[in-house]
C-alpha cells in the first residue's frame, strides 16, 4: 500500500469520526455509543445496550483526582476538558494530576486511591493490570496514536521488508513496540527472533533512522508526525489498520473501589472525558489552543494536524469495550507480553467494567 494511501485512509478515518460524532452534544442529553465492533459512534438517539445512557449529573459535588500525561497530544482533549467546563457541567471538581508517562507509578497511585482515575494507552497498561492492580477500564477513549516509519529513500516498503532489521524505538515495553510486533506476526514476521529493537531518546529516533543505524523506527505524536512532515521519514504502517481500524487504543482505568462503591461517580466521569473527546472532533482547533498551555515545543497547528488524524469519535464502553481488550490480549499473547496462561476473554471482563449499566 502506498504511503499516499495510507494517509488518505488515517484522514478519512478522522473524517468519519467528524461525521458520527454528536452534533448536539451540548444541547441534548447523552446519547449512547455504539457496541457493535464495525459501528463507530452511534447517531444522537441511538439505544444500544451498554452506551453511556443519558446525561449525568451528580446531585452533590464530587472532588476526584485524574492523573494523566499532561504533555500528551492525544490526550489533549482530556487536558483542556477542565477549562471547558466538562466536569463541572457533571458536577465534578476534578483536579489533574501529571505522572508523565510512568505506567506503574500511574496505575499504583489509582490503586492505592492516591488518584481516582486515569487516562492512558490500553497496550502499555495490559502488562501492568496483568500483575493485579485493582483498577477497572470504563471506556476507550479514541483510536491512532501510534506510527512506523521508514527512511525516505530506504528499502523497507512494507512490513515484510523488516526481516533481518532493526527498529528504533524509545522503550522496549512502549504500546508502540507492543502493536508493531503484533502487525508483523501477522505479516509473517517473529518480531522476538526476526528484528532488533535498539532504544533511542525519542529525539534521536529521526537521526538514527537518517544514518542508518536503524531502518525503522515507531513511536507517537508528535515526534513521529514531524519527522513525516519535516520530509525526514514516511509511515509504514499506523495502529489504524486492518482489524485495528476501529479499536480504541487510549482507556480510561478507574480505581476499583470507586467503580463498587460509588458506580455513578465513575460513570459520570467516564462520561464527561468521552464528551471532551466528542468536543475536539469538531473543534480541533479551539482544544490544540487550550492544550498549549501544557504542551512543550507545540503549535496550535501541529496539535490540530494530529488530532485530525485521530479517532475521537470513537469510543468503546460497556461489551464492546471486552471485546476490544479481549482482542489485545489475545494478540499480545502470541507475541510473548502476556502470559500463554492468561485467559484472554476472562482476563478482559476481569479488567473492565460497564459503569453505564
Not at 447523552?30 to 453511556?52: K, L
Not at 544514518?211 to 495502529?239: C, H, W
Amino acid at each position: 500500500m502506498a504511503v499516499f494511501d495510507r494517509l488518505t485512509r488515517r484522514h478519512l478515518l478522522g473524517l468519519a469520526s467528524v461525521a458520527l460524532a454528536s452534533p448536539l452534544l451540548m444541547s441534548l442529553p447523552r446519547a449512547s455509543w455504539a457496541t457493535d465492533e464495525h459501528a463507530g459512534h452511534a447517531a444522537p438517539g441511538a439505544s444500544e445496550p451498554g452506551g453511556t445512557g443519558e446525561f449525568i449529573r451528580l446531585d452533590a459535588p464530587r472532588a476526584l483526582k485524574l492523573a494523566v500525561n499532561l504533555n500528551a497530544v492525544c490526550l489533549a482533549p482530556v487536558v483542556i476538558a477542565h477549562g471547558q467546563g466538562f466536569f463541572k457541567k457533571h458536577n465534578l471538581d476534578v483536579e489533574l494530576v501529571n505522572f508523565g508517562n510512568s505506567t506503574e507509578v500511574l496505575l499504583e497511585a489509582i490503586a492505592t486511591g492516591k488518584a481516582d482515575a486515569g487516562v492512558g494507552m490500553a497496550l502499555r497498561w495490559l502488562k501492568a493490570l496483568e500483575q493485579g492492580f485493582d483498577v477497572k477500564l470504563t471506556a476507550g477513549t479514541h483510536g491512532g496514536c501510534l506510527r512506523l516509519l521508514s527512511a525516505v529513500n530506504g528499502d523497507v516498503h512494507k512490513l515484510e521488508d523488516l526481516k533481518g532489521k532493526t527498529i528504533g524505538v524509545t522503550d522496549m515495553a512502549s504500546p508502540d513496540r507492543n502493536f508493531f510486533s503484533i502487525l508483523l506476526k501477522k505479516h509473517g514476521i517473529d518480531p522476538v527472533r526476526d528484528v532488533d529493537w535498539r532504544l533511542f531518546p525519542a529525539d534521536l529516533l529521526g537521526t538514527a533512522l537518517e544514518r542508518g543505524e536503524v531502518q525503522a523506527i515507531s513511536g507517537s505524536d508528535p515526534f513521529m508526525y514531524r519527522l513525516i512532515k519535516a520530509g525526514q521519514a514516511r509511515e509504514l504502517s499506523t495502529n489504524l489498520v486492518e482489524e485495528y481500524a476501529n479499536l480504541s487504543c487510549c482507556v480510561v482505568g478507574v480505581t476499583g473501589k470507586l467503580v463498587r462503591e460509588e458506580k455513578r461517580v465513575a460513570a459520570a466521569l467516564t462520561q464527561a472525558i468521552l464528551e471532551a473527546h466528542d468536543y475536539s472532533v469538531k473543534n480541533p482547533q479551539a482544544v490544540a489552543k487550550g492544550f498549549q498551555a501544557y504542551a512543550l515545543n507545540t503549535s496550535v497547528e501541529e496539535v490540530e494536524a494530529i488530532l485530525h488524524d485521530h479517532t475521537h469519535g470513537h469510543h468503546a464502553v460497556g461489551a464492546l469495550l471486552t471485546r476490544e481488550i479481549t482482542t489485545y490480549v489475545t494478540d499480545l499473547k502470541t507475541v510473548e507480553v502476556i502470559r500463554q496462561s492468561t485467559d484472554a476473554g476472562e482476563f478482559a471482563k476481569e479488567i473492565t467494567a460497564d459503569v453505564f449499566s
